[in-house]
């Protein structure tokens, strides 16, 4: 069975993920999404709240499994014997720095995990969270980001962060 582990902070979880996630499921078997966790980060949404959006998005799809986890994402795969993970990229700037944290992650597990990429169609090369949450905070149209099902929740959420 082939089986894929895409894995992102989700704050929150926008359409490109999205994209990259419905098309990364037709590649494997099974698709596991990872909602990540790092202690370094400042989120707006908790742990259980990011999963829980992502649970929500992504419930139509057959293959997909929900997991989270706070650690390195290499050490994830080493724990459950997996070996693929697949990421989205926007542009050269991810692309560098995918490409730098691939290499890392192959040699972290003596060249057991490899890393899938997939470049963002063009709707969402300018998508992010950070944009997503900077519109948010001034009550813009946040659904050019993310999902209609979450947008009120995202800007909600805005609200507790905008300027004074």
Known sequence: MRVGVYSGSFDPITLGHQDVIKRAAKMFDRLIVVVG???????????????????????????????????????????????????????????????YFADGNYIISDKKVDTVFLPALKEYMHTSSTAAREIARYGGKVECYVDERIAQRVLERGKKFAPK
């Open 37 to 99: 966790n790092n202690s370094e980060k400042k989120y707006w949404f908790s742990l259980e709240e990011r999963t829980e959006m992502v649970k929500e998005l992504l419930q139509d799809i057959d293959n997909i499994e929900i997991d989270s986890y706070s650690g390195l994402l290499v050490n994830y795969l080493i724990e459950r014997d997996l070996s693929i993970i697949v990421k989205g990229v926007r542009n050269q700037e991810d692309c560098a720095l995918e490409l």
